[in-house]
């Protein structure tokens, strides 16, 4: 599967994209694990709000063009040939 980042996380793990093997399927959440084991404190800090695996407020996860919502994380399965983005949301005034 294909997973990218926004710029800031990018520079920050050192990598913009990268292909993820899965096999059959696999959780959202799952996933999540696999790349803070990968990236660490890099990647730890734009997603998780603490070590429990709280997702941040401002932690945007796309999957295939579809937002996903912080408590839906569990609930998303993915499978080869998916696209998932991680971002995160700006405010300001």
């Known amino acids: 599967m294909n997973v990218s980042y926004l710029h800031i996380i990018a ?3 050192g990598v913009k994209e990268e292909e993820v093997e ?3 399927d696999v959780s959202l959440k799952e996933l999540l694990s696999r790349l ?3 990236h660490g404190a890099a990647f730890k800090k734009y997603i998780y709000d603490n070590d429990e ?4 407020g401002y932690a945007i996860i796309i999957v295939n ?7 839906k994380v569990e609930d998303v ?17």
């Open 11 to 13: 520079k920050e793990i």
């Open 36 to 38: 803070a084991e990968r």
């Open 65 to 71: 063009g579809k937002i996903i919502q912080r408590g």
């Open 77 to 93: 399965r993915l499978t080869e040939g998916d696209h998932v983005f991680f971002g995160i949301g700006a405010a300001g005034g």
């Open 53 to 56: 695996g709280k997702i941040k």
């Open 22 to 24: 899965v096999e059959g």
